[in-house]
């Protein structure tokens, strides 16, 4: 057995994370570790690998080819990691290429002058990153799936016995999760042995050969991963897999009025003036979610940066209620700033990491709508309670928090703003199935009963298809009509009003396919 892990125990503070853990590993073989946010999946994958976190204490026996990860030195691990959030364990001030090399001269002999070069660009191919420009990057200038799969070329330049994989699909389109899915088991044919920490069941199903199923710390369903996901065992494992099918929430009304719009918005970043936007055009009503879709590195995050004000934009224009809205953030009033709010794609990074959840979601409350600290604070208590994230989780610093609960307490801390036009950048992706449901649902209400228009960044064609009224497709950093239809989308309008005629884009929901 490459992994040995007999009577795994896991507490901090007084509080028992997981329980009672056992199972093994063989090489070559795939377990995939799938639960709700902070069952203890991320608790497992640091103990695999000999970092459990500050003030957590683990007793048992965790073995990688035969070393005892829990009393031995961090370098000693035999053991590589892809993490859920890559921009934590890159180093934002050394280019890719620096870091790289450093990693391929410490694991292996060096035979030659290009042995260096050629392991890296193996490992590079093999992550999707062929482009040799990517090596003078430095990882801000990469999308968060451009950071994921650089990772990912880290962990193949280590060498290692055991990679332990959590979340590696997050933000990703489906051609890389395709990608992903082929390096895993490409990992696991070349004699390492692969943990899986996974939300994406769909993932799950294509690569995985076994399937542990946790719920508050415990192990409650183990098997064959086709045996687990086609006839589960236990109610916790059925409503996970339940809760993958959602029905698509209302249609928004055709002929509100448009709530928010771009009109040839440009953006150009370094001293070339390289384009990551050109000449993009949108609109969203009121009470519509408008799905934003393309590959990773399409220009996707960078729209969504730019309505937000995070981006300042080198030509074009943007209007609220038509009335123009600076482009540039800091150029926005309070009021404006309220109005539109961000939902960031990495939620652990964008807190502070000494504050308390509750108190950041209240902080929002107190800056951008004038309440008092008391109001403050019950307001944010009622809406993480909303989003599944009780007091006691609440009170917690982030570095505390999984990372699916962290993206529900990023959602909170955008809504304590009340704001009119909801930015969303891929904030299912490190869910759940259920709780991907009730922060869905969620969203749905505040679109139907609230009238919030909402501009969705996924990758998840099931999460469009759920809530978008239409779809905005970018390639190359440009915008191209969609023509995708749905039936039922369609007869619900049919039903209400004739459709009036569309500008730039078409009607519809997605079908579930993404070039």
Not at 358 to 363: E, G, I, K, L, N
């Amino acid at each position: 057995m490459t992994v040995t892990v007999t009577g795994l125990r896991a507490e901090a503070a007084g509080k028992t994370l997981v329980d009672g853990i056992d199972f093994t590993v063989d090489a070559g073989r795939i377990l995939a570790v799938v639960g709700a946010s902070g069952s203890g999946k991320t608790t497992i994958g640091s103990a695999l690998l000999g970092a459990v976190k500050p003030g957590v204490t683990a007793t048992g026996t965790v073995e990688v080819a035969g070393v005892d990860v829990l009393h031995c030195a961090p370098g000693e691990v035999p053991a590589a990691y892809l993490p859920q959030h890559p921009a934590a364990v890159l180093n934002p001030v050394r280019r890719v290429g620096g870091v790289l090399t450093e990693i391929a001269n410490a694991h292996g002999p060096k035979t030659n002058d290009t042995w260096a070069t050629e392991r890296i660009a193996d490992a590079m191919r093999r992550a999707g990153l062929d482009d040799p420009a990517f090596l003078r990057r430095f990882p801000h200038q990469l999308s968060g799936g451009q950071q994921q799969r650089l990772v990912l070329a880290q962990a193949f330049l280590c060498e290692a016995r055991l990679l332990v994989a959590d979340e590696p699909t997050t933000g990703q389109d489906l051609g890389n999760r395709d990608r992903i899915a082929a390096e895993l088991r490409l990992a696991a044919a070349g004699g390492m042995a692969v943990v899986l920490l996974s939300h994406d069941l769909g993932l799950v199903a294509t690569v995985a050969d076994d399937l542990l199923v946790l719920d508050t710390g415990r192990i409650v369903e183990r098997g064959p991963a086709p045996r687990v996901l086609t006839e589960p065992r236990h109610d916790h494992t059925r409503r996970l897999l339940a809760a993958r099918t959602t029905r698509p929430a209302p249609p928004g009304d055709p002929e509100a009025p448009i709530r928010i719009a771009g009109r040839g918005l440009a953006v150009t970043v370094g001293a070339r003036r390289t384009r990551l936007l050109d000449d993009v055009d949108f609109e969203a009503r009121q009470g519509e979610c408008l799905a934003v879709l393309g590959a990773s590195g399409s220009g996707k995050t960078t729209l969504a940066r730019t309505v937000a004000g995070l981006q300042p934009a080198a030509a074009g224009e943007l209007r609220l209620d038509g009335a123009a809205l600076p482009v540039r953030g800091r150029r926005r009033d309070r009021a404006e700033r309220a109005r539109v709010q961000y939902v960031f794609q990495d939620a652990r990074a964008s807190f502070d990491e000494h504050r308390s959840i509750h108190d950041q979601v209240a902080r929002t409350a107190i800056r951008l709508r004038g309440l008092t600290r008391a109001d403050a604070a019950t307001a944010a208590t009622t809406l993480l309670a909303d989003l599944g994230l009780p007091a006691e989780t609440a009170a917690r610093r982030p570095g505390r928090l999984s990372g699916g609960q962290l993206q529900r307490a990023a959602l909170a801390r955008a809504l304590a703003a009340e704001p009119e036009v909801l930015v969303c950048d891929e904030i299912t992706s490190g869910l759940d199935a259920i709780a991907r449901k009730g922060v869905l649902d969620l969203l749905a209400s505040l679109k139907g009963q609230g009238g919030m228009t909402i501009l969705l960044i996924t990758h998840e064609p099931a999460v469009a298809e759920h809530l978008a009224d239409r779809v905005l497709r970018i390639a190359d950093g440009r915008a191209a009509e969609d023509q995708l239809s749905d039936s039922r989308s369609a007869k619900s309008r049919d039903e209400r009003r004739p459709a009036p005629a569309r500008h730039t884009l078409t009607s519809g929901r997605t079908t579930g396919r993404e070039e």
